[in-house]
């Protein structure tokens, strides 16, 4: 148990829907980065927050967005959903603002737009 | 532009036959290079960081090494729980994390 819990674990939905992916991160990490995971793309990264505050940002879609709360937990927001955005959601969390040894996974979240 | 790129994609062993993966990098000022292991449907897990050419890491039938421009995961006489897929990763430009694709593994009793 990497201590990040992520949930729903799955999700299924419709073309055109919305749905929120929330990760709690491990106790005391400041960090949390979301990731897709599609089978034929391997881990992509999307977005990280760092103590409530955006710190990168990579291919993450404009129909997609994301936030850190005062308790440090995260959501992810996915939008007008399309079949190709089927995949595993996962997030990862660090005590530091950058990635390190310390990063941890959660155990993702599987979406599946029908 | 920054890349990692792992060879090859599936590995099928024999259990006790030891053979290595690959992952090759392009990224300016290497800050570390990243091995994990993941079991499917899981998240990935954290094996080894390495940050200087000729370092090498050791756990259990597993050993990480690097070069300038790429790093090796040596797996010794596996064993059928050593399956799963091996991911590489470093961190590259705007704080970004670069997975490769992976070399998915199975050993086979």
């Known amino acids: 148990d990497s201590g990040v819990t992520q949930t729903p674990k799955h999700l299924i939905t419709a073309t055109g829907q919305r749905v929120t992916l929330r990760c709690s991160p491990r106790s005391g990490d400041l960090s949390v980065y979301w990731y897709q995971q599609s089978l034929d793309q391997g881990l992509q990264f999307l977005i990280q927050y760092y103590n409530g505050e955006e710190r990168a940002k990579g291919n993450i879609l404009e129909r997609f967005s994301a936030q850190q709360f005062p308790d440090l937990h995260s959501e992810l927001n996915l939008s007008s959903l399309e079949l190709g955005d089927s995949a595993l959601y996962f997030c990862?969390?660090?005590?530091?603002?950058?990635?390190?040894?310390?990063?941890?996974f959660g155990q993702g979240t599987r979406l599946t737009v029908v | 532009e920054d890349q990692v790129t792992q060879s090859p994609e599936a590995l099928r062993l024999q259990e006790g036959e030891s053979s290595s993966l690959n992952c090759s990098y392009t990224?300016?000022?290497?800050?570390?290079l990243f091995w994990y292991r993941q079991d499917p449907g899981k998240g990935p897990e954290f094996l080894f960081t390495?940050?200087?050419a000729g370092e090498e890491k050791e756990k259990e039938r597993l050993k990480a090494t690097l070069t300038k421009k790429e790093s090796f995961l040596h797996i010794t006489a596996p064993k059928p729980e050593d399956s799963a897929t091996y991911l590489c990763?470093?961190?590259?430009?705007?704080?970004?994390?670069?997975f490769g694709t992976g070399t998915s593994l199975t050993v086979i009793p």
């Open positions: 990224v300016s000022g290497l800050r570390g």
């Open positions: 990763a470093v961190p590259g430009t705007g704080n970004q994390f670069y």
């Open positions: 990862a969390s660090s005590a530091a603002s950058v990635w390190g040894t310390e990063a941890f």
């Open positions: 390495l940050y200087s």
